[in-house]
């Protein structure tokens, strides 16, 4: 089985999921985008995950690979195979079905709560309140025929899925130590004063029960779409 992922910029990888798809025997591919690599044929992909990166999906004029790849997604989706959208990936996910996507009027960056939607159904289900990692000032709209999972204050859209195996999220389930020092240290000018954006060392002393809890989480989710 091969598990394909986009990513955007050097400093967001895989994070937690690496170890997670290695242990189940998948094997790992990649599209550097930022390096000028183009992706694979869409048969050839048993999973897809489009990771993060600071660039808004409404750059094409200067990086015209994201026409590319929002083509790619949506042909992907159109096979019914699993993917995982994070961040900027689920914001692509969006894009490429044809639903908005714009800043937000406030950044949420940082350890913050996310709220659970109760639904019918086959969709995945989140718990009802868990604190997981933001960092993000751009938002999607639902795309047509999605299920809204979660919701925080900050923002009214953080996960959904379009049909039984493709998940978009805001935020990232995937964060280690490491990941999150080097959002820091790439992304610091936008840790700006709001809201919903904290500051970087709190940030950087989240404890151990936290990214055990969002690993926990993640687990879950790819044992749910990988079904």
Same mark, same amino acid.
Do not use: N, W
């Given at each position: 089985m091969r598990a394909h992922y986009f990513q955007? *910029? #050097?400093?967001?990888?895989?994070?937690?999921?690496?170890?997670w798809l290695s242990e189940r025997g998948w094997e790992i591919f990649c599209t550097r985008f930022?390096?000028?690599?183009? #992706?694979? #044929? *869409?048969?050839?992909?048993d999973f897809l995950i489009a990771m993060g990166g600071p660039m808004s999906i409404n750059d094409e004029a200067a990086l015209p690979w994201l026409v590319t790849?929002?083509?790619?997604? +949506?042909?992907?989706?159109?096979?019914? +195979? #699993?993917?995982?959208? *994070?961040?900027?990936?689920a914001q692509l996910m969006a %894009?490429?079905? %044809?639903a908005r996507v714009a800043p937000q009027a406030e950044r949420e960056i940082g350890w913050l709560p996310i709220q659970g939607v109760a639904n019918g159904g086959d969709v995945f289900a989140f718990p009802p309140e868990v604190t997981v990692f933001h960092w993000h000032g751009e938002a999607f709209d639902l795309p047509a025929g999605s299920v809204l999972l979660a919701r925080s204050e900050g923002c009214a859209h953080q996960a959904?899925?379009?049909?039984? +195996?493709?998940i978009g999220l805001q935020f990232h389930l995937e964060t280690t130590s490491a990941s999150a020092?080097?959002?820091?240290e790439n992304c610091r000018d936008e840790l700006t004063p709001g809201p919903w954006v904290q500051s970087e060392q709190t940030i950087l002393d989240a404890p151990k029960e936290t990214y055990a809890a969002n690993h926990q989480l993640l687990d879950a989710l790819l044992t749910y779409l990988t079904r």
């Open positions: 955007h *910029v #050097p400093f967001e990888g895989l994070g937690a999921m690496e170890d930022f390096a000028g690599e183009s #992706p694979p #044929p *869409v048969d050839e992909v790849e929002k083509q790619f997604i +949506r042909a992907y989706l159109a096979t019914g +195979r #699993p993917m995982l959208g *994070v961040c900027l990936g %894009g490429a079905l %044809g959904f899925q379009i049909g039984e +195996r493709a020092c080097a959002l820091c």
